[in-house]
């Protein structure tokens, strides 16, 4: 049983793991057009979960945005959270 239950939160941290990816991207494309970092912030937490961590770096030529999300097995809430994160970049648009 404890063999199973750790790998069903594999499962679900891997789960979550593609979701920052896709919103890391989908955060990274909206940062680079120019929209305002509190817009970014709430696409990239449409495409995942509200409580994702979202930082947005802006430069010249490249626009980074990581998010970093907690998870913790519904089995087991007085264990640690694993932190799962992602990083995107796209080229800034003049």
């Known amino acids: 049983m404890i063999v199973l ?3 069903l939160w594999a499962i679900q ?3 979550v793991h593609l979701e920052c990816v896709d919103a890391a991207r989908a955060g990274a494309r ?3 057009r120019g929209e305002p970092v ?3 912030r709430e696409v990239v937490r449409a495409a995942t979960r509200p409580d994702a ?3 947005v770096l802006r430069g010249p030529e490249r626009t980074h945005v990581q998010v970093a999300v907690d998870v913790r ?3 087991g809430t007085a264990f640690p959270p694993v932190q799962v994160a992602a990083t995107a970049s796209a080229a800034t648009e003049n």
């Open 53 to 55: 961590r979202v930082e």
């Open 73 to 75: 097995p519904a089995w």
């Open 38 to 40: 509190d817009q970014v």
């Open 13 to 15: 941290a891997v789960g």
């Open 5 to 7: 239950a750790a790998a």
């Open 30 to 32: 909206a940062a680079a």
